[in-house]
């Protein structure tokens, strides 16, 4: 909350620039853009709804004058705190620069406004032939800005990699008010320092972002989905490393774990074969002339020593019915506790079964149920610790197991996150992953683009 009469002039000056109905000062108005998923809470003291670059370029000026807090804010999905106004002072809502600019089909290029919803983009493009990789789960109502911001993504980014790959260039507002123009139109470029992918899953602290300029990616004639059961982890890790040893890249390659699959039978009507110690979800695509030989090649790699049995869908809806199995995980998830620590590291591949085996060695110690899936083709794990947090004594034994999660996620050359970022949850863990030095360098540039620390402050570091 700022000083009131500070508060009030700042708030003159706003409604000078602004359109009418582009200020929401009332308490009860700014209530609900005080929270993200992580289900922390602050209300900011003002809400505004640009609708143009000129727009945020104002509002970041009058932030610098006032030295008042300002958080660009997309559906506010995050997970991680990184959508919560700690100190109030303005939100900067996206929801009225929801406007797809253009679709390029002949370079494979879409220009956006950062607020447009990620499956309203999917089906503008589908029309043209083309998709935009990134598809976290929750694209039906998060934004490509917030997409960008974190570098969010989902099952295909084994095949089709992250925002940081699927995005040419950038407009935006630095914390300092300087406009910035980054990157290219063009599928290769290389002048000057890559801002584009700097400001990419910096979570909205070094820049404001008003335009994207996306790269598209033609859609594929033909899928098919396999279901592949094997007895133990170990071997469901092999398979995963023995399929992407081979040329023939999956565009989903999603792994549950035992506990996991206990789950699904134990709290949905899926079945699944008692011996099923692992479960691999695999989605291959290509064209007509192409996807068979695709598939032979997955499925020859997916049958590695211990496999239990080996199911491909041959109609949509079987596709379909095999994907509700890893569909069932999240309701079945709720129904056993309360509460998870969701966590989203990342192993290289080849270390799966050491981190599936250590999790467990964890899981038996701190007397936490530990249930892992994810996207197993990147090494990016949901590692979930399943608590009840009214039980304080079961929380800080949680608390002490997650401490040591990370060293062990570090120990096997990972990161501890893949696509949920830091935001406020994961602060403290980031000196374990960044040495001194580069940490002070990344708190340099965070200087120069925001000499005030009026962006997004108390993220990340
Ligand atoms: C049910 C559910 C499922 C999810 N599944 C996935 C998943 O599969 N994969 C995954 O990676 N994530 C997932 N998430 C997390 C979340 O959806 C993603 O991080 C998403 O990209 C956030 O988009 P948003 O529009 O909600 O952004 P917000 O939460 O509004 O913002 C996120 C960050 O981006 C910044 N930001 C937003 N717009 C701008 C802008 N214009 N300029 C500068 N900074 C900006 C914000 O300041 C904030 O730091 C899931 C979340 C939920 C609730």
Redesign the pocket.
Do not use: I
């Given at each position: 909350m700022q000083n009131e009469p500070i508060l009030s002039s700042f708030i003159s000056k706003l409604q000078a620039v602004l359109p009418a109905d582009a200020v929401l000062t009332e308490e009860a108005d700014c209530l609900p853009y005080g929270c993200?998923?992580s289900r922390r809470m602050v209300a900011p003291d003002v809400v505004v709804f640009p609708i143009t670059h000129q727009h945020i370029k104002e509002i970041i000026a009058l932030c610098n004058q006032f030295k008042i807090a300002v958080?660009?804010?997309?559906?506010?999905?995050?997970?991680t705190g990184?959508?919560v106004p700690v100190q109030g002072g303005v939100v900067i809502s996206?929801e009225r620069m929801n406007r797809i600019i253009s679709i390029d089909s002949d370079n494979r290029v879409a220009v956006v406004e950062?607020g447009v919803i990620n499956q309203d983009l999917q089906d503008a493009i589908k029309e043209h032939g083309f998709f935009w990789p990134p598809d976290?789960?929750?694209s039906a109502y998060?934004?490509v800005?917030?997409?960008v911001?974190?570098n969010?993504?989902?099952p295909r980014a084994v095949k089709y990699g992250t925002p940081r790959e699927n995005i040419l260039g950038l407009k935006a507002v630095a914390g300092d008010g300087s406009d910035i123009n980054a990157g290219v139109y063009t599928s290769k470029g290389v002048v000057g320092y890559d801002l584009t992918r700097l400001i990419t899953g910096s979570?909205?602290t070094l820049?404001?972002?008003s335009e994207l300029t996306l790269k598209l990616t033609p859609l594929q004639e033909e899928d098919r989905v396999i279901k592949a059961i094997y007895a133990t982890m170990e071997s469901a890790a092999q398979a995963v490393a023995q399929i992407m040893a081979q040329p023939e890249i999956p565009c989903a390659l999603e792994f549950i774990d035992a506990n996991a699959i206990e789950m699904i039978r134990s709290y949905s009507e899926v079945e699944l074969p008692h011996e099923a110690g692992a479960m691999l979800m695999i989605e291959v695509d290509g064209d007509q002339t192409t996807i068979d030989k695709t598939l032979s090649k997955v499925i020859e790699a997916a049958k590695v020593e211990g496999i239990v049995s080996l199911e491909v869908a041959q109609t949509q809806d079987q596709a379909q019915a095999l994907w509700r199995v890893r569909k069932a995980l999240s309701p079945a998830l709720k129904k056993v506790a309360p509460k998870k620590i969701n966590e989203d590291i990342v192993v290289p591949v080849s270390n799966i079964p050491e981190l599936i085996h250590q999790l467990n060695l964890l899981s038996e110690q701190y007397q936490i149920k530990i249930v892992n899936f994810g996207h197993a083709g990147n090494g990016n794990i949901h590692v979930n610790l399943l608590i009840n947090p009214d039980d304080s004594e079961e929380m800080e034994r949680a608390e002490k197991c997650l401490d040591r999660v990370f060293d062990l996620v570090l120990g096997l050359k990972g990161t501890i996150s893949g696509?949920?970022g830091i935001g406020i949850e994961k602060k403290k863990f980031v000196p374990r992953e960044i040495k001194p030095q580069t940490l002070e360098m990344m708190k340099k540039v965070k200087a120069i683009f925001d000499p005030n620390g009026i962006l997004?402050p108390g993220?990340i570091f």
């Open positions: 993200d998923n958080l660009a804010r997309g559906r506010a999905t995050a997970t990184a959508t996206f950062p976290p789960t929750s998060c934004t800005g917030g997409n911001s974190c969010s993504a989902g979570e909205g820049a404001v972002m696509e949920h997004n993220k």
